[in-house]
Each structure stands twice: as structure tokens, then as C-alpha cells.
């Protein structure tokens, strides 16, 4: 600081105060390079410049249909005032601001106050949150919502188990629309055994009739269905099958219809007749069928398909992690020779080869794992394989430079001594360099092992294979209980691994 | 008879590490080489083993150019000459027996010591050397569990296994208490006694050098600065001391201890 205060001493600004703040007032930032301040001047200057540039972006997104800077503004102005005119307004005192900065500086033996910077990282900070779309109010409105699905995922082991299930059916014949021939008898009753029978047999199946503009809901028939010699106490659902072979549980008021049958096994509902589901062209005769279900858990617990999935291909990914491992290490020591300094430096030839591996592995190691799936998942496809490949490319690289450096690192006192006993180079080697190398050696493929597996659980989700694969299948068809066992495992097995690999390593150094 | 002719060494960077150092040595006797950091002791220690290859000049031992040696014939020669390094250069995870049992790879069969296989007498001579130098029962401890001292008697046995006619010694206590100094060097004046190894020693402390040596010789900047005798040394006086050493130099004392064990 005591450096930079004579420099300045010795430095006097080039302009009067009130001509630097002009300067600035014009080009922001020109004052303080005048009042040799060109780092401070050209700080400001391209954070202003940034600032109205990020702002310009918001506003035309916000007026994306306008032609021309004006309208843009207008339209903007008009849908969100509360975020354009204070960030317009605090862009405008910025720019004031640097001019009264301007001023100050160019004032001999002041020194450089940092509230204009503040001011600065408000706006940008403003303008990131309103860029990256944070939304305080929505993460705690929503967050109700989610409950179902995150208790779900959280406490998945109600999927875990599963019981055989048995389906008790009967249905009776409706025909629809009513005609002259006569309707379909109902069914015969036969005592014991589960029988439904509708009233009326016939009738109109709800639709939706267009009248003055206006779409209007014409309820079908209203049909009484009678159950008997069904389990009694059990909850029967109602499902609907059309002609066609669609089947669907019925709803009423957007609740699935189900009833619960009395101590004789009876029950009586009265429904709507549904939409149709038919192509309006089908012609003639259509016999609809109204049915009674009651689904009944037999048999004893046993694991579900989901957990049998799960455990799968876990085991799939801990070796799809194993085999990347070994694979990389296999590679990857060779590699490390070539990669490593101090026995390259012998001719320009293997410094030049030294430089190209070291330059590779750099460029192989700064592209992430997940993109080197999707690259292999083009070459052999999706599957464990494509995350086997793209795991290995990314561990020779990482593997590579480890291993190189512990190379580099080594002592070289042992390799003279062992060669002062009259001992061949393979000797040398033996005797000398594995007993140090075989440390880090051990230490870093453990510690990638514990990498790939880690990364082998997120690899499916680009098709790498692996418990990752399904995961995304689950999520996607909203099943949040088998995605929850899935996540479960991914962080069992991750913490093992991390305790296993940090108590291996801690032996082994 | 071990001869150097003419030794020079330059170094890759432009660096004069010896400049035309002549001397000879008679079997059985103790060298010291004395000067400062830089002067080239350690150099001229390595060309002798070729550890460094010199720029030129001739070192004949018993008749062989040792300078001149292919490196088949090298390795002959090196096995016969025993190391000892101020930093012990030990492999510090391997354990005592095996860092030993290194010093006889020049003797055994190069591929089944690749496997760590030694035969049985290599084992025994191994352990004998060890009790030689009072450390028998460290045997199977790691190196790096191993005290300084401890660690240079592992080195001394290691070059006992390679039942050796001359050791260079390169600052073996420079790293080392003044005390265990002494337990060090007895070990190898007893070795160039009894057994009439020839040693050559690179020292720092003017008292070691009189109580150990029975020839010295001192490097500046790569030269010969300085020969003497026996008695010539113990009669040595400060001013010569620094004539060697340069102004700066001051004769630090080594308290000398009673003989160990």
C-alpha cells in the first residue's frame, strides 16, 4: 500500500477533478484513466457496459414480439415495472456515480474508495437473480406440493415388498345407443359366485354438445348397478369396457368410483355411462360392459419387481465401476511413463513426447465423464459398455497424471544406491522405484475406484447403464417409491465405498 | 593400487565439478577428502563407481580402466565397491532384511532376485552383517522406523553384503548426531582395519578427519588444494585449515566419545 500511495504522490492525475468527472460523465471510466486510474477506469467501464448489456438482454426478452428499441422498452415498462424501472434507475446512479468517482480521484492525495464497487456487484447481483430465475416465494409455495412425491422417495421400502393379487370380476352387458332389437339379457346369477346386473340395459353415454358457442356436458343414462355374492366389506372398483377393448376404472367427480360391498357381499352404485372412447365413424351395435372389481393381496410377502431391478443393477454398476478402474490402470501406467518428467527429459525427442501425452490427458481429463458416455454411447450404444468406455478415458487421464507425478516425485537416493551395488537396470527398478511407487500407486486407484463407482451411479443418466438408467426410467414414469430405493442405494453404497476406500488407503500409506 | 589420472568433470549446464584431479591409493588405507559444499567431493566419490560419468581422465584400480568399463564389466567392478551416502538412500518402506540383502544383487541371479528370492547363506550373511553392526533384532522393523544411526548401520551392512574391497563414503555422518559420528566411523575403521577394505571418505569435522584418517586430501572448486599424511593432518593448523576451507571457516569440535559396545 505505502508503494502504491508515493506512486500515486509521484503521479498526479493529468486533469483537473471537475474535468475528470465530466470525462466520466461522457465515457464512463475516462475520468479515473485521466487521473491515472486506467485499471479502476476500465473496471468500471466494462461493468457498466456489462450491466446495461445483461439489462438490455432482460428487457427484450420481456418484449420479444416489438420491432425497435423503443417499443421494446414500452411494452417491458409495461409488463414488469417493478423489475425495469429500479435496475433502470439504479443504472442511471451507477453511471452518476463513476463521474462523481472521476471527480474524487483526480483530486490530489485521494484515495481510491471501493462504495462504487458495491454499488457495482448490487446490480450485477440483481440482475443474476433475476437471470437465473430464483424464486424465493415459489420454493415455499410448491413445496407442499412435492411432499407426496419426496416422502415417497425418502421412505420408498412400501415398494420394496409386494403380495401376489387376485381379481374377482363380473359385469353385465349395456348397450348403447338403445334401439328397437332387444337389449342384451342380464347375466344368469348362479349362487356363490359374483354377479352384476345393471338397470336400465340400454341407454346414452355422456358427451359434450356445442350450443351457442359454448360446450356443454349432457350426462349419459344414469344406470343402477346391483352387485351380489361378492366378499363382503371389500372395496369393489367400477370399471368401464367399451367395445373396442378400452378399460378404464370409472370416475365420478374426478374420483375414482369404488364401494364398499355390505356383510352379504351386495352393493348398489348408480353411475353415469362415460364419454366415448370409440371413433365417432364405428357403426352399429355397440355393447358397452359395466364390471365389479374386488383386488385381493394373496399369497405371502415376497420383493418386489422394483427392489429385484434396483439390486440388479447396482451390482451392474459397482462392476461397471470396477472394470473402468482396472481397465484405467492397465492404461494408465504406461501412460504415466510417458507422461512423467524426469524420465523424459532425456532427448528433445521423448520432452516432445512428454509434452503431447501431458497436453492429452489434460484435454481427456477437462471433458467430464457423462460426455464421454454420451460420445461412446454413439459408438456401441447405450449399456453398461458405453459407461465402462467413458469411465476408462476419464480414469486413464486422471490415473495418468497421478501416477506420473508420483513418478516425478520419487526419491532418487535408493535408485543410486542400488545401483552402486552392481545391480542391473531391472534390478534397479525392483529394488528402487516399486517399493516407492507401490504407496501412491495403491492410494490413487482406490481413491479412482471410489470415483468410478460413484460416477457409475449417475453414468445411466445418459445412458451409461448402471442404476442411473433407472433411475431416470422411474422418475420419468412418476413411480417416486422405486426412485427412492434406487437413490437409496446410490447413497448406501457411495458412503460404503467412501469408508472402505479411506480405511484401505489409511493402511496402505 | 587404486590410481586417478587427469579426472575432469563437466557437467551438463556448463558446471566445472573436478578440474584435472590426480591421486593415488594404497590398498588398506583410509582417505579422507575434505573441502567445502561444491567443492566436488561428492562428484569425484560417484566417478569413482561411475554412479557419474566423468568428462575425462582415467581411474585404474588394480590394472582395469575403470573409466573406460562396459557395463557388464561396470557392474563387476561396482559390486566390489561398497556406497555409504550422507541420506543413507535407504528404500524406506522396505524393512531392514531386505534394503540388506539389495547389497548382494550383484552377486545373484537376476531374475529370481526380481521375485525377492535370495538363497539361504545370502539370508544368513545378511543377518551376520547386521549383528556386525549391532542392530540384529531391527532386522524385520520398516526403515523409516529406524533412528538416523540406526538407519546408517543398515547402509554400512548393505555395503558388507557386497563383501567389498573399497567403500566410498560420501558425508556418511554428516546427517547424524557428533555422537553417533563416532559409532559410525569406528564401524568403518574397523572394517579398514581388520579386513583391509580400502575406504574413501568425504568428511566435514577437521577432529574426524585427524582421529580417522591415514590420507588426505582437500578439493576447492574442483582441485586439489591440499595433500597430507597421517601426521601431517593431526599437526594441521587452523590457518591451513582455512587456506582450505576459505576465511569464513570455523573449526567446530566433535567432542569424541569412548569406544562403543
Given amino acids: 500500500m505505502a508503494t502504491r500511495t508515493t506512486k500515486r504522490e509521484l503521479q498526479p492525475s493529468l486533469v483537473s477533478p471537475p474535468v475528470a468527472g465530466i470525462a466520466s460523465l461522457f465515457i464512463p471510466g475516462l475520468g479515473q484513466a485521466l487521473a491515472r486510474q486506467v485499471q479502476r477506469g476500465l473496471t468500471l467501464f466494462g461493468s457498466l457496459l456489462t450491466l446495461v448489456g445483461l439489462f438490455a438482454w432482460q428487457v427484450s426478452l420481456l418484449a420479444t414480439r416489438e420491432q425497435g428499441i423503443d417499443a421494446k422498452f414500452v411494452k417491458a415498462l409495461d409488463r414488469r415495472p417493478a423489475f425495469v424501472i429500479p435496475i433502470l434507475a439504479l443504472i442511471v446512479i451507477l453511471w452518476l456515480w463513476i463521474a462523481w468517482d472521476a471527480y474524487r480521484q483526480a483530486q490530489p492525495g485521494q484515495r481510491g474508495g471501493l462504495s462504487v464497487f458495491a454499488l457495482v456487484l448490487a446490480l450485477f447481483f440483481i440482475l443474476g437473480w433475476k437471470i437465473s430465475e430464483i424464486n424465493l416465494y415459489k420454493l415455499a409455495t410448491e413445496l407442499s406440493d412435492a411432499k407426496g412425491p419426496l416422502s415417497r422417495v425418502l421412505w420408498p421400502w412400501e415398494a420394496a415388498v409386494t403380495r401376489d393379487v387376485e381379481t374377482t370380476v363380473a359385469g353385465a352387458d349395456i348397450l348403447s345407443p338403445c334401439d328397437d332389437l332387444p337389449p342384451p339379457s342380464p347375466p344368469v346369477e348362479t349362487p356363490g359366485e359374483p354377479y352384476v346386473v345393471a338397470d336400465p340395459t340400454c341407454g346414452d353415454l355422456s358427451q359434450q354438445v356445442e350450443e351457442g358457442g359454448v360446450l356443454k356436458t349432457v350426462p349419459g343414462t344414469l344406470l343402477t348397478v346391483v352387485g351380489r355374492g361378492f366378499?363382503?366389506?371389500?372395496?369393489?372398483?367400477?370399471?368401464?369396457?367399451?367395445?373396442?377393448?378400452?378399460?378404464?376404472?370409472?370416475?365420478?367427480?374426478?374420483?375414482?368410483?369404488?364401494?364398499?360391498?355390505?356383510?352379504?357381499?351386495?352393493?348398489?352404485?348408480?353411475?353415469?355411462m362415460p364419454y366415448r372412447l370409440i371413433p365417432p365413424s364405428s357403426e352399429g351395435r355397440q355393447v358397452h360392459r359395466v364390471e365389479a372389481r374386488q383386488v385381493s393381496s394373496?399369497?405371502?410377502?415376497?420383493?418386489?419387481?422394483?427392489l429385484k431391478h434396483n439390486v440388479e443393477k447396482m451390482v451392474?454398476?459397482?462392476?461397471?465401476?470396477?472394470?473402468?478402474?482396472?481397465?484405467?490402470?492397465?492404461?494408465?501406467?504406461?501412460?504415466?511413463?510417458?507422461?512423467?518428467?524426469?524420465?523424459?527429459?532425456?532427448?528433445?525427442?521423448?520432452?516432445?513426447?512428454?509434452?503431447?501425452?501431458?497436453?492429452?490427458?489434460?484435454?481427456?481429463?477437462?471433458?467430464?465423464?457423462?460426455?464421454?458416455?454420451?460420445?461412446?454411447?454413439?459408438?456401441?450404444?447405450?449399456?453398461?459398455?458405453?459407461?465402462?468406455?467413458?469411465?476408462?478415458?476419464?480414469?486413464?487421464?486422471?490415473?495418468?497424471?497421478?501416477?506420473?507425478?508420483?513418478?516425478?516425485?520419487?526419491?532418487?537416493?535408493?535408485?543410486?544406491?542400488?545401483?552402486?551395488?552392481g545391480a542391473t537396470r531391472l534390478q534397479t527398478i525392483m529394488y528402487a522405484v516399486v517399493p516407492q511407487m507401490i504407496p501412491p500407486f495403491v492410494s490413487f486407484s482406490i481413491y479412482r475406484w471410489d470415483i468410478n463407482v460413484r460416477m457409475s451411479t449417475v453414468i445411466g443418466l445418459v445412458g451409461g447403464g448402471g442404476i442411473g438408467f433407472l433411475l431416470t426410467q422411474y422418475i420419468r414414469l412418476l413411480d417416486y417409491r422405486s426412485a427412492g430405493i434406487a437413490v437409496w442405494f446410490i447413497a448406501i453404497t457411495v458412503a460404503t465405498l467412501d469408508y472402505v476406500s479411506a480405511e484401505i488407503r489409511q493402511r496402505f500409506v | 593400487m587404486f590410481q586417478i589420472k587427469n579426472l575432469t568433470k563437466i557437467y551438463d549446464d556448463g558446471t566445472v565439478a573436478l578440474r584435472d584431479v590426480s591421486f593415488e591409493v594404497a590398498d588398506g588405507e583410509f582417505l579422507v577428502i575434505i573441502g567445502l559444499s561444491g567443492s566436488g567431493k561428492s562428484t569425484l566419490l560417484r566417478c569413482i563407481n561411475r554412479l557419474i560419468d566423468p568428462t575425462g581422465g582415467q581411474i585404474i584400480w588394480d590394472g582395469v580402466d575403470i573409466s573406460a568399463a562396459e557395463p557388464a564389466q561396470l557392474r563387476q567392478i561396482r559390486r566390489q565397491i561398497g556406497?555409504?551416502?550422507?541420506?543413507?538412500?535407504?528404500?524406506?518402506?522396505?524393512?531392514?532384511?531386505?534394503?540388506?540383502?539389495?547389497?548382494?544383487?550383484?552377486?545373484?541371479?537376476?531374475?529370481?532376485?526380481?521375485?525377492?528370492?535370495?538363497?539361504?547363506?545370502?539370508?544368513?550373511?545378511?543377518?551376520?552383517?547386521?549383528?556386525?553392526?549391532?542392530?540384529?533384532?531391527?532386522?524385520?522393523?520398516?526403515?523409516?522406523?529406524?533412528?538416523?544411526?540406526?538407519?546408517?548401520?543398515?547402509?554400512?551392512?548393505?555395503?558388507?553384503?557386497?563383501?567389498?574391497?573399497?567403500?566410498?563414503?560420501?558425508?556418511?555422518?554428516?546427517?547424524?548426531?557428533?555422537?553417533?559420528?563416532?559409532?559410525?566411523?569406528?564401524?568403518?575403521?574397523?572394517?579398514?582395519?581388520?579386513?583391509?577394505?580400502?575406504?574413501?571418505?568425504?568428511?566435514?569435522?577437521?577432529?574426524?578427519?585427524?582421529?580417522?584418517?591415514?590420507?588426505?586430501?582437500?578439493?576447492?572448486?574442483?582441485?586439489?588444494?591440499?595433500?597430507?599424511?597421517?601426521?601431517?593432518?593431526?599437526?594441521?593448523?587452523?590457518?591451513?585449515?582455512?587456506?582450505?576451507?576459505?576465511?569464513?571457516?570455523?573449526?567446530?569440535?566433535?567432542?569424541?566419545?569412548?569406544?562403543?559396545?
Fill in chain 1, 316 to 421: 451392474e454398476t459397482i462392476v461397471l465401476g470396477m472394470m473402468a478402474t482396472l481397465f484405467g490402470i492397465i492404461f494408465s501406467v504406461p501412460v504415466s511413463f510417458l507422461a512423467a518428467r524426469n524420465l523424459m527429459s532425456g532427448s528433445p525427442l521423448t520432452m516432445a513426447l512428454y509434452y503431447i501425452t501431458r497436453t492429452l490427458l489434460n484435454i481427456v481429463r477437462s471433458i467430464e465423464p457423462l460426455i464421454w458416455a454420451i460420445l461412446a454411447g454413439v459408438i456401441v450404444g447405450l449399456g453398461p459398455f458405453a459407461g465402462v468406455i467413458a469411465l476408462t478415458v476419464h480414469s486413464i487421464a486422471a490415473l495418468g497424471k497421478l501416477y506420473s507425478e508420483s513418478i516425478e516425485s520419487i526419491d532418487p537416493g535408493p535408485i543410486e544406491a542400488i545401483q552402486a551395488t
Fill in chain 2, 83 to 261: 556406497m555409504i551416502f550422507q541420506h543413507f538412500n535407504l528404500v524406506k518402506r522396505s524393512n531392514v532384511l531386505t534394503n540388506v540383502l539389495s547389497g548382494r544383487l550383484g552377486y545373484v541371479n537376476p531374475w529370481s532376485s526380481l521375485l525377492h528370492r535370495f538363497p539361504a547363506e545370502d539370508r544368513e550373511m545378511a543377518m551376520a552383517a547386521l549383528k556386525r553392526v549391532g542392530i540384529a533384532d531391527q532386522a524385520h522393523k520398516r526403515v523409516d522406523e529406524l533412528s538416523g544411526g540406526q538407519q546408517q548401520r543398515v547402509g554400512i551392512a548393505r555395503a558388507l553384503m557386497q563383501q567389498p574391497r573399497m567403500i566410498l563414503a560420501d558425508e556418511p555422518v554428516a546427517s547424524l548426531d557428533p555422537v553417533l559420528a563416532h559409532s559410525i566411523l569406528e564401524h568403518l575403521e574397523r572394517l579398514n582395519q581388520e579386513e583391509k577394505i580400502t575406504v574413501l571418505c568425504s568428511l566435514h569435522y577437521l577432529d574426524l578427519v585427524q582421529r580417522y584418517a591415514t590420507r588426505v586430501i582437500g578439493l576447492r572448486d574442483g582441485q586439489i588444494v591440499y595433500r597430507g599424511s597421517r601426521e601431517e593432518i593431526r599437526a594441521m593448523t587452523d590457518r591451513e585449515f582455512k587456506d582450505i576451507y576459505g576465511e569464513e571457516a570455523v573449526r567446530v569440535s566433535v567432542v569424541p566419545q569412548g569406544r562403543e559396545e
Fill in chain 1, 231 to 272: 366378499e363382503p366389506n371389500t372395496e369393489t372398483q367400477i370399471w368401464w369396457s367399451d367395445p373396442i377393448g378400452n378399460k378404464f376404472q370409472m370416475r365420478q367427480e374426478g374420483r375414482y368410483l369404488a364401494i364398499m360391498t355390505d356383510d352379504e357381499g351386495a352393493f348398489q352404485i348408480e353411475i353415469h
Fill in chain 1, 298 to 306: 394373496v399369497g405371502d410377502l415376497k420383493f418386489s419387481d422394483a
